[in-house]
C-alpha cells in the first residue's frame, strides 16, 4: 500500500515538471512575433527547461523537477523591413529566435508525458481503492 502511495507521489512530480514544461512552451509560442520597439532592443529571447533528477529522502525515491528555466543563446532571425520601427540602419529586424514547430514538438511531448504521469496516479488511485476493498472483506 505504501508503495501505491509512493508511486503517485512520483507521478505527481513529472505532472508538476511537465506542468511547468507547458507553461514555458506557451510563452515561447506567444511570443514568436514579438519584436522589439526600438532598433537597438533585443526581442523575446526563447525560454527553455532543464530537469534534474533528485532524491526525495522522505519517500527514498528519485523524482523529477524542474531544475531551471533557461534561455536560448542562439542568434536571432533577422528579416528585412525596412519600415518596421524596430529596423536596423540597414532596413533589418530581429524576431525571436523560437520555431514554431520545434515548440509544438515540446508541447505535444510534455502533453503526452503529463497524460503518462495522470494515468500512472488514476492506476495507483485504483489499485490502492481495490486493496483497501479486499481488506474490508
Same mark, same amino acid.
Request: aromatic letters at 2%.
Given at each position: 500500500?505504501?508503495? @501505491?502511495?509512493?508511486?503517485?507521489?512520483?507521478?505527481?512530480?513529472? @505532472?508538476?515538471?511537465? &506542468?511547468?514544461?507547458?507553461?514555458?512552451?506557451s510563452e515561447n509560442l506567444a511570443n514568436a512575433n514579438s519584436t522589439g520597439k526600438r532598433a537597438d532592443e533585443d526581442p523575446f529571447?526563447?525560454?527553455?527547461?532543464?530537469?534534474?533528477?533528485? @532524491?526525495?529522502?522522505?519517500?527514498? &525515491?528519485r523524482m523529477v523537477k524542474v531544475k531551471t528555466v533557461g534561455t536560448d543563446k542562439s542568434d536571432f532571425i533577422k528579416r528585412y523591413e525596412p519600415g518596421h520601427p524596430a529596423a536596423d540602419a540597414t532596413g533589418y529586424v530581429k524576431y525571436p529566435n523560437v520555431n514554431p514547430l520545434i515548440e509544438l514538438s515540446d508541447l505535444r511531448e510534455a502533453q503526452r508525458s503529463y497524460e503518462a504521469n495522470l494515468a500512472a496516479i488514476e492506476m495507483s488511485k485504483a489499485m490502492l481503492a481495490r486493496t483497501i476493498d479486499l481488506l474490508r472483506s
Open positions: 500500500m505504501v508503495d @501505491l502511495i509512493k508511486s503517485s507521489k512520483i507521478s505527481a512530480a513529472g @505532472l508538476k515538471a511537465q &506542468a511547468e514544461r507547458l507553461r514555458v512552451v529571447r526563447r525560454k527553455t527547461v532543464t530537469f534534474a533528477n533528485e @532524491l526525495d529522502k522522505v519517500l527514498g &525515491a
